[in-house]
């Protein structure tokens, strides 16, 4: 079946991700993030085919959280520095193997979840080093759409991307 190519679960990093990995403060210490609105049709596209999402970021900002709220995102976990313990957890929760996720992830903390899930992807601004680890390097940099590029190539590969868009009367 064409379902059983695509992940069960599509965990994402954010800076360097879905952000430029910018950090920007103003004059009295408030922290700025720019986010792509490109990359909310990647999380309506997954929820549309029922493919929860999951956030694990090293960072630990009101920011983030308040962008997940505001695009229904299951799971979130910030401050984290062994991604690979989250992600395994999460996939004992919900009976999948590390096997049946997708991970894009931008840099050194990304690594041993870069290398143990079923497929993994960088942006196009990512070091070198990282895109040579990964099935998949996007075309468009991180902040600048490249979730969604990600989640696009994954409903490519799964043969779905025509009947995703044909919902949204594309095609």
Same mark, same amino acid.
């Given at each position: 079946? !064409?379902?059983?190519?695509?992940?069960?679960?599509? !965990?994402?990093?954010?800076?360097?991700?879905?952000?430029?990995?910018?950090?920007?403060?103003?004059? +009295?210490?408030? *922290?700025?993030?720019?986010?792509?609105?490109?990359?909310?049709?990647?999380?309506?596209?997954? @929820?549309?085919?029922? !493919?929860?999402?999951?956030?694990?970021?090293?960072?630990?900002?009101?920011?983030?959280?308040?962008?997940?709220?505001?695009?229904? !995102? *299951?799971?979130?976990?910030?401050?984290?520095?062994?991604?690979?313990?989250?992600? +395994?957890?999460?996939?004992?929760?919900?009976?999948?193997?590390?096997?049946?996720?997708?991970?894009?992830?931008?840099?050194?903390?990304?690594?041993?979840?870069? @290398?143990?899930?079923?497929?993994?992807?960088?942006?196009?601004?990512?070091?070198?080093?990282?895109?040579?680890?990964?099935?998949?390097?996007?075309?468009?940099?991180?902040?600048?759409?490249?979730?969604?590029?990600?989640? *696009?190539?994954?409903?490519?590969?799964?043969?779905?991307?025509?009947?995703?868009?044909?919902?949204?009367?594309?095609?």
């Amino acid at each position: 079946m !064409i379902e059983q190519l695509l992940p069960k679960l599509v !965990i994402t990093d954010i800076d360097g991700v879905w952000t430029d990995a910018g950090m920007y403060y103003d004059q +009295t210490g408030n *922290e700025w993030k720019k986010f792509s609105t490109s990359d909310s049709a990647g999380v309506l596209f997954c @929820k549309h085919l029922t !493919i929860p999402i999951c956030i694990i970021t090293g960072e630990d900002t009101n920011i983030v959280q308040r962008r997940a709220e505001k695009l229904g !995102i *299951e799971y979130i976990f910030q401050g984290i520095q062994d991604k690979l313990s989250v992600a +395994t957890s999460i996939c004992n929760q919900l009976g999948i193997s590390l096997s049946e996720v997708a991970y894009i992830g931008d840099d050194l903390g990304d690594v041993a979840l870069l @290398k143990a899930v079923g497929f993994s992807a960088a942006p196009a601004n990512a070091p070198e080093y990282i895109s040579k680890l990964v099935h998949f390097t996007t075309k468009k940099s991180g902040g600048d759409g490249a979730f969604r590029e990600f989640v *696009e190539e994954i409903l490519q590969r799964g043969g779905v991307f025509s009947s995703v868009l044909a919902h949204y009367q594309i095609g």
